[in-house]
């Protein structure tokens, strides 16, 4: 959809032809809408319920979130849309299984140990993947060192379970962290900025 038909479709949204423009909306950016939830790792019999609730938020007050899109923003308004979609998805993660949490052992560790955990237990990524992620941050980094903080990770990780509560063990969840676009391939990589939620 091109600049002018999306500020013509923004203006629509905020008339009495609102519900014309709902449909134009859903379906231009419906199927990019699920991307984005399954990208966020809701479970698939749960992706209908996750855009239900997506497209009500969107659809609340007037589509007041749609409208609050800055055309002279420095996003195009597909990023600013996925980046608000990811933000409503996790949201709606959160209200269903609440936060997910580090160990406390786990939030002691210094900065690149707490790095490599969440790269290799929370997003299940391999050495090399968590060593590829984590290089530009921490130039030094070699895949030993990944594999020795990995070790010592693993460790801290089942002493915490084994005397944690039964909701500390529960099934591993993708990390809820909000959205950038620089994130997730596949979508233009223009910040979105703060208005995106």
């Keep these: ?12 949204l905020s008339s009495t032809r609102g519900d014309a423009a709902w449909d134009e909306f ?6 990019a809408m699920v991307h984005v939830i399954r990208r966020c790792g809701v479970a698939h019999d749960r992706a209908d319920d996750c855009f239900l609730d997506i ?16 055309p002279d923003g420095p996003a195009s308004f597909k990023t600013w849309l996925m980046a ?12 269903e299984h609440g936060r997910v949490r580090s160990f406390r052992s786990v939030s002691r560790l210094p900065e690149l140990d ?21 290089l530009p941050r921490f130039p030094g980094l070699t895949e030993s060192r990944v594999a020795e903080i990995n070790a010592r990770c693993s460790s801290c990780s089942r002493r915490s379970s084994a005397g944690s509560s039964p909701c500390a063990r529960r099934r591993w969840r993708p990390s809820l962290t909000p959205f950038h ?8 990589t223009r910040a979105a900025g703060p208005w995106a939620r």
């Design 1 to 12: 959809m091109s600049h002018e038909a999306v500020i013509e479709l923004l203006e629509r």
């Design 26 to 31: 859903l379906s231009g950016y419906s199927s």
């Design 55 to 70: 497209c009500e938020a969107l659809s609340d007050g007037g589509f007041r979130r749609l409208r609050s899109f800055r």
């Design 84 to 95: 608000v979609v990811a933000n409503l998805c996790i949201d709606w993660i959160r209200r």
């Design 114 to 134: 707490r790095q490599v955990y969440r790269c290799i237990f929370e997003r299940r990524m391999s050495r090399t993947q968590c060593l590829h992620a984590l």
């Design 181 to 188: 676009p620089r994130t997730m391939p596949g979508v233009a």
